[in-house]
């Protein structure tokens, strides 16, 4: 008989039954929040994603995601079957069928057959498809901001909200920011009027997504296979990420097509801010604040 690592024997007696000895999946970066698991049973092929507590403790990405949004990460968990709902419904791209989930403990999804996608190597398609889905999910506006199925703060809140995350990061980050940088960007904070809201991945990035263009169904070929940190955000936030993320001509390539349904909007007044807050939760891993900034 053979047993989910990590898991007791309450948390796992509902779950599929194993086949095989389950097989640790490499974690591609030494702060992942998550220990995986290839899990063969009788139901198919899984993915077992278990809470590293210690790791989360320490990450500044979710301190921010957390501080700024009321994330609440990782209890959450417990509801992240509405985000794979929510994704299927108002998305394009395919997502991992939800098994089950514990709050604060483990994610068991199916398995997306696949590779995974190289930065490297991104083609011109993806891009394409990420900004469909992108100006689909865009489509979903709110007033209000904050949990992804309960967005709870009005938007009035944004500005102060912003303010206290950015300086309680920048009291944690230990890259000794420029006072008059910090100064400038907490004015800018102070200033920021946002009334549009939308769904927002905020640790978007081409290795949480899987290429299954071999795949036998008539999905989207390009699959969303980390979901756990959705949240409602401004859209100048998104753009302002997803421009570090794409490459000069993905970025030209994700522009054309997403303004074929929206309008672009003008993110200079809240751009030295988002990419410090960006910064300050380690998105990407730069740890070159000037570089950063110079960047986009």
């Known amino acids: 008989m053979f047993t989910y690592p990590k898991l007791t024997s309450s948390e796992q007696a509902s779950l599929p039954k194993l086949i095989a000895p389950p097989s640790a999946i490499p974690n591609k970066f030494e ?4 220990q995986l698991f290839y899990c063969q049973t009788t139901d ?30 990782p209890n959450n968990l417990g509801d992240i079957h509405l985000t794979h709902h929510f994704l299927a419904k108002n998305g394009t791209l395919t997502v991992p069928e939800f098994i089950a989930a514990c709050a604060n403990r483990f994610v068991i999804t ?13 083609a011109e398609q993806w891009a394409v498809a990420l900004a469909n889905h992108i100006a689909q999910l865009h489509q979903c506006t709110y007033s209000r901001w904050g949990k992804l199925h309960a967005p709870q703060f009005s938007a009035q809140q944004w500005a102060s909200r912003l303010h206290e995350t950015l300086s309680f990061l920048a009291e ?8 008059a ?21 905020l640790d978007l990035r081409w290795d949480q997504f899987r290429d299954c263009e071999s795949s036998a169904d008539d999905t989207d070929p390009l699959a969303l296979i980390d979901l756990d940190a959705f949240v409602i955000a401004p859209r100048a936030l998104d753009l302002i990420l997803l421009e570090y993320v794409l490459s000069p001509m993905q970025w030209a390539r994700f522009k054309q097509h997403y ?22 939760m380690n998105v990407l891993g730069e740890r070159d604040l000037a570089k950063w900034m110079q960047r986009i």
């Not at 077992?48 to 210690?54: E, G, P, Q």
Request: hydrophobic share 45%; glycine share 4%.
């Open 44 to 73: 198919g092929a899984m993915v077992l994603k278990v809470c590293n507590a210690a790791t989360i403790e320490k990450s500044a990405f979710w301190r921010g995601a957390n501080h700024l949004f009321a994330a609440d990460f």
């Open 31 to 34: 702060d992942s929040t998550h």
């Open 172 to 179: 944690q980050d230990d890259t000794h920011l420029e006072e």
């Open 110 to 122: 199916r398995f997306v057959t696949g590779r995974d996608l190289e930065t490297e190597q991104i």
């Open 259 to 280: 303004t074929q349904t929206h309008a672009w909007p003008d993110l200079a007044a809240q751009k030295a801010c988002y990419q410090l807050l960006l910064f300050l």
């Open 181 to 201: 940088l910090l100064s400038e960007v907490l004015t800018q904070a102070t200033n920021i009027n946002e009334t549009e809201f939308v769904p927002v991945m």
